[in-house]
């Protein structure tokens, strides 16, 4: 046995580190998955390996709806709304407003905006009982960027909602904001792999998109 190196100073540690993470592949941690080395060119699912330890490591970005141009919302037991604008900054029409029926802009606002602020709470096991997304509420969504959203959202499990979408489209080329365009086309290999998984949103993020068509209208002046 060699002799012992002088101290130095430096605090080391004894921890094995474990095997090294070649190039292109990232250790998942922490949680009971932190031995596990995937490689992110090699075609594998990290979302595949999900557990009920899920929520301590997983990204919690989701896919997000930014800049709705059309958005509608129909409910399993029949009924529903659709609002839409032709340009960002542009008044919501509401679609089939009768006489006397005026959209509170605010709220229809909010419907909207919250689509692009979802998260991720958990991805849900292939085998969840009960999700009700074999009935679920329907959100479909268009974009001013060129992109089309279908969403169901199931029933709620604590907090969450069970919720599963589908994408299409290719963002339209923003001369005025490049580095926007740039994310967007970054973000779309994200959204194609969470759409592959039933999703767990928090419930908090979809209230204000599955309010009732009553409840985004402008409410009249009580009489006195």
Request: hydrophobic share 35%; net charge negative; charged share 30%.
């Amino acid at each position: 046995m060699g002799a012992p190196r002088p101290y130095d100073g430096a605090m080391t540690s004894t921890e094995d580190p474990g095997p090294e993470v070649p190039p292109g592949s990232e250790r998942l941690q922490p949680g009971p998955l932190s031995s596990r080395v995937v490689r992110l060119d090699d075609g594998l699912d990290p979302l595949a390996l999900a557990t009920v330890k899920t929520a301590e490591w997983i990204d919690r970005s989701s896919f997000q709806v930014e800049k709705v141009k059309t958005l509608e919302v129909r409910y399993p037991a029949g009924g529903g709304w659709r609002i839409e604008r032709p340009a960002d900054n542009a008044e919501w029409r509401l679609a089939g407003a009768t006489a006397g029926e005026k959209i509170d802009i605010s709220r229809a606002n909010a419907a909207s905006y919250s689509l692009s602020m979802l998260e991720l709470a958990d991805v849900a096991p292939k085998d969840a009982p009960d999700t009700g997304l074999e009935e679920p509420v329907l959100i479909d969504a268009t974009t001013l960027d060129g992109l089309a959203y279908a969403i169901k959202v199931g029933k709620l499990a604590g907090d969450n909602y069970y919720v599963t979408f589908t994408s299409s489209g290719t963002p339209k080329p923003d001369d005025k904001d490049a580095e926007r365009a740039k994310r967007l086309e970054a973000r779309l290999p994200r959204e194609k792999l969470l759409s592959q998984h039933v999703l767990l949103i928090p419930k908090s993020k979809l209230e204000d998109t599955l309010k009732k068509r009553s409840d985004l209208l402008e409410k009249k002046a009580e009489k006195k």
